[in-house]
C-alpha cells in the first residue's frame, strides 16, 4: 500500500487494486436523522472525503441526504457500507447491497465490507461480494473484524484477496501480529475506535499527554498520527466541528521514531468492542 498525499481530502492510501483510500474518515455510528446529515455536510466543507457507514447502523438514508446536501460531485466522496450479519444469514448480498445503495441515493460502493466473519456463511458470501465487484457495482471490497485465521480461511477460497480488514485499532489494541498477516497479503488495515471510545485508560495516558504537550497537539491528534505513521487508515467518530477539523489536522507534525516507540509500548490487547472469537453473532 502506497501513500499519495496528492488529491481532495488529504492523503490517502492505495488498496491493490489501486483505489484510493482516504487516510482519515468520517465514522458515522451511532449518528442518525438530520444531525447526522448536516453533520456531514459541514464535514465535507472541512475536507472530508471518506464517510463510513453499515446497514446495521441503520443511518444509510441519512449519511445519503448529507452528501447531497453537500453539493459535491460523487467523485469527490468515498463512501463504504457494509454487509450486515442479518444479511448474510439471509445469504442474498446481491439484494443487501442494492438496498443500501438505495438508501444512500448512490448507483455504486466506493467499498463494501463484510461486517463480521459469520462462521456459517462468511465464504460463500464472499463469493457473492467478488461478483458485486467484478460487475463494477462496488469499486473494492472488504472485510471487517477478520482476525488472520478468519483471512486465511477466506483466502482459500477466494479469486479476490480483500482489499481491506477494518478493526479495531487503538494503541491500547495495537494488533501488530495481525497488521503483519495483512501486509503480507497486500490487505490494508483501517482502524475503528482509534481512540477506544475516548476511554479514560487511552485518553488520560501520561505517556500521551506528554507527546502532545510537546507537540502542541491534542492527545486524539497524537494517536491519530501515530496511525497515520503506521500507515494505518481511521474512521474516527465525531460530532462534534472543532473535533472534526483537529482530526483531519494531523499532517503538520510527526512523531519521533522514540515518541512512536513509546505509543507503541501502550499496547495491553485492551479491547472497547467484541473480540470475533468470543461473541454472539446472532446479537450483533
Not at 501513500?3 to 455510528?29: E, F, Q, R
Not at 471518506?50 to 443511518?59: E, K, L, Q, R
Amino acid at each position: 500500500m502506497a501513500l499519495d498525499v496528492a488529491g481532495p481530502g488529504g492523503a490517502v492510501l492505495l488498496l491493490n487494486n489501486g483505489v484510493k483510500l482516504p487516510l482519515i474518515g468520517m465514522g458515522t455510528y451511532p449518528l442518525n436523522g438530520l444531525r447526522l446529515a448536516w453533520l456531514v455536510r459541514r464535514a465535507t466543507a472541512m475536507g472530508y472525503r471518506g464517510f463510513d457507514t453499515a446497514s446495521a447502523y441503520g443511518n444509510e438514508r441519512w449519511l445519503g441526504r448529507g452528501l447531497r446536501l453537500s453539493l459535491k460531485k460523487r467523485e469527490d466522496y468515498f463512501v463504504t457500507s457494509k454487509l450486515s450479519n442479518t444479511e448474510q444469514r439471509a445469504g442474498d448480498v446481491r439484494r443487501a447491497c442494492t438496498d443500501s445503495l438505495a438508501r444512500l441515493g448512490l448507483k455504486s460502493l466506493d467499498l463494501y465490507l463484510m461486517h463480521w466473519p459469520n462462521p456459517d456463511t462468511f465464504r460463500s458470501c464472499w463469493r457473492q461480494m467478488e461478483q458485486l465487484y467484478r460487475e463494477g457495482l462496488v469499486r473494492a471490497i472488504g472485510v471487517c473484524n477478520f482476525h488472520a485465521h478468519h483471512l486465511q480461511q477466506l483466502l482459500e477460497v477466494a479469486s479476490v484477496i480483500p482489499a481491506v480488514n477494518q478493526v479495531e485499532l487503538h494503541p491500547l489494541l495495537s494488533q501488530t501480529s495481525l497488521v503483519a498477516f495483512c501486509r503480507q497479503h497486500d490487505i490494508q488495515v483501517q482502524a475503528y475506535s482509534p481512540f477506544a471510545r475516548m476511554h479514560g485508560k487511552l485518553l488520560g495516558s501520561a505517556i500521551l499527554g506528554e507527546i502532545a504537550a510537546r507537540c502542541g497537539k491534542t492527545v486524539p491528534q497524537v494517536i491519530l498520527r501515530w496511525h497515520c505513521q503506521h500507515q494505518l487508515c481511521a474512521v474516527p467518530k465525531s460530532a462534534n466541528s472543532t473535533r472534526l477539523k483537529q482530526n483531519l489536522a494531523v499532517s503538520g507534525f510527526t512523531l519521533t521514531e522514540q515518541e512512536m516507540q513509546h505509543i507503541d509500548g501502550l499496547n495491553i490487547n485492551f479491547r472497547v468492542r467484541h473480540d470475533p472469537d468470543h461473541c454472539d453473532f446472532t446479537r450483533l
